[in-house]
């Protein structure tokens, strides 16, 4: 049995175990239930912020050619780093809000939100300037192929435009999620996806008097797509009859100091998650980048399939960050727990389900990127092993989210920076560039990586959720 298989083999062991301990079906129905009405939009939601960058993949991968994929790529690998960090930042208000909602606190929630609009809007603007004065001078240093690098500083450049918008986007939609209204920013971006696409292949092709674009044209298309968005968005919460009762208290020169640190204190954490992860995930690109642009564009192609995944499984991630802090703001800790165990329970048949897709779809699947032979025969190979790791990675966001809602983001930080950056990207230099084994060692130290994060980010829930149980019945007795 290999050292994969035991770790596997252990924490299948301990979380069946648990959910033996907890009951059976008929007890969890109506958790799976609530879970999966709140978890349903915004799963959609979330995939929207990679559907965006999958329909860029497509688009170029068909009209542009194997450069321009590779250079989406690039950007990709560079840009998604700096939005990461601003995604979590705007994730900070939403467990927050949730404890203040299971409190009844809807003033609360009122300055919360004004702390969250301005913080977001400042760390957009910083993010902007990140990527403008550093990612533009450090993408010439990377050692990437210089047609790659000649493509992709434009489309760079546009996309960092757009982090302003998004931001303010984030704030209204997290504030709504918080607050268990997932569909509407569902539907916003269904629309703007819808209309990205549209954009994407006038822009790329050229169609309708517009000269032909290529790579730049993905760019202009998602920067339209979330100013739209931001507007539709923050009409929505601040006008709908829905958010009333919480925005009759707002005002936007509520700011507070205490406030903004009370959510720095949990959006920093989270973002610094982020960029562990998705870090991780750039940094195998770059490698790849140096094997050659037909190995990174097939690490393209297979890692936005896993993505679309993954942020599924996020979704299902948020929404346990809602219902676990809903119920950790009344201090219900007995429903908290079902709830979080119901969580890794439904990402667990959802990765059982794609994985399965994966290695049954594994050659078809690239076409959908591209039809260069070569890049389509590496994907493929990449889905098999993509399969496996898609358990650890739903349960490790899941562990992270149920963290979250309880407040617990400082450890999870400690977690995902030691599985990614000293056992995942190390272990996938190793064994894909120093034991030569190509893009397929890169993936098998990604698989390890995720593997350590999911078993160990479980093991702090057990921790924290005895601690929790052993404070509150202290409290009770005073």
Excluded at 393 to 417: E, K, S
Aim: glycine letters at 8%.
């Amino acid at each position: 049995m290999t050292i994969v298989q035991k770790y596997l083999c252990i924490f299948v062991a301990i979380f069946l175990e648990k959910s033996i301990m907890l009951g059976k079906f008929k007890t969890f129905k109506p958790y799976y239930k609530s879970t999966m009405v709140l978890a349903g939009p915004v799963v959609i939601s979330q995939l929207g912020h990679t559907l965006v960058h999958t329909a860029d993949s497509v688009i170029v991968g068909h009209f542009a050619g194997t450069i321009p994929l590779a250079a989406v790529s690039l950007v990709h690998a560079v840009f998604m780093i700096v939005m990461v960090i601003g995604l979590g930042i705007a994730y900070g208000i939403t467990p927050l809000i949730a404890q203040e909602n299971g409190r009844d606190n809807k003033k609360e929630c009122a300055v919360l939100l004004s702390n969250s609009f301005w913080l977001n809007i400042i760390a957009g603007l910083l993010l902007f300037c990140l990527v403008y004065f550093g990612s533009m001078l450090a993408i010439d240093h990377l050692n990437q192929d210089p047609a790659v690098v000649k493509e992709a500083k434009p489309y760079l450049l546009i996309l960092s435009l757009s982090m302003l918008p998004l931001m303010v986007f984030s704030t209204f939609k997290q504030f709504a999620e918080g607050l268990g209204f997932t569909k509407q920013a569902m539907n916003v971006t269904i629309w703007g996806n819808v209309l990205n696409i549209i954009l994407a292949i006038v822009f790329v092709k050229g169609m309708f008097g517009i000269s032909p674009m290529g790579v730049k044209g993905v760019g202009y298309s998602t920067l339209i797509d979330r100013v739209l968005m931001m507007s539709v968005m923050m009409t929505y919460v601040l006008r709908s009859q829905k958010f009333r009762g919480y925005i009759q208290y707002f005002k936007v020169t509520l700011i507070d100091r205490e406030r903004l640190l009370k959510i720095l204190r949990i959006g920093a954490p989270v973002a610094m998650q982020y960029v562990f992860e998705i870090g991780a995930f750039a940094g195998a690109s770059l490698l790849a980048g140096t094997i050659s642009a037909t190995a990174q564009a097939s690490h393209q192609v297979a890692i936005q399939l896993a993505a679309m995944t993954y942020m599924m499984a996020s979704g299902i991630a948020a929404a346990a960050t809602i219902k676990v802090g809903n119920s950790y703001g009344n201090r219900n800790l007995f429903r908290l727990e079902r709830f979080a165990i119901t969580s890794y329970q439904l990402v667990l048949i959802f990765m059982v389900i794609t994985a399965s897709l994966f290695a049954l779809l594994n050659n078809y699947l690239p076409y959908i990127f591209t039809s260069d032979h070569a890049v389509v025969v590496i994907a493929a190979q990449l889905l098999i092993i993509a399969g496996l790791f898609q358990l650890f990675d739903g349960t490790q966001v899941v562990g992270l989210g149920v963290l979250r809602g309880m407040g617990d983001v400082n450890i999870p930080t400690i977690i995902t920076f030691i599985a990614y950056w000293i056992i995942g990207l190390p272990s996938g230099y190793l064994m894909g560039i120093v034991f030569n084994w190509g893009i397929k060692g890169i993936w098998y130290g990604l698989t390890l990586g995720l593997l350590t994060s999911s078993l160990l980010l479980y093991l702090r829930f057990q921790l924290v959720i005895k601690k929790k149980k052993i404070q509150f019945e202290q409290s009770m007795f005073k």
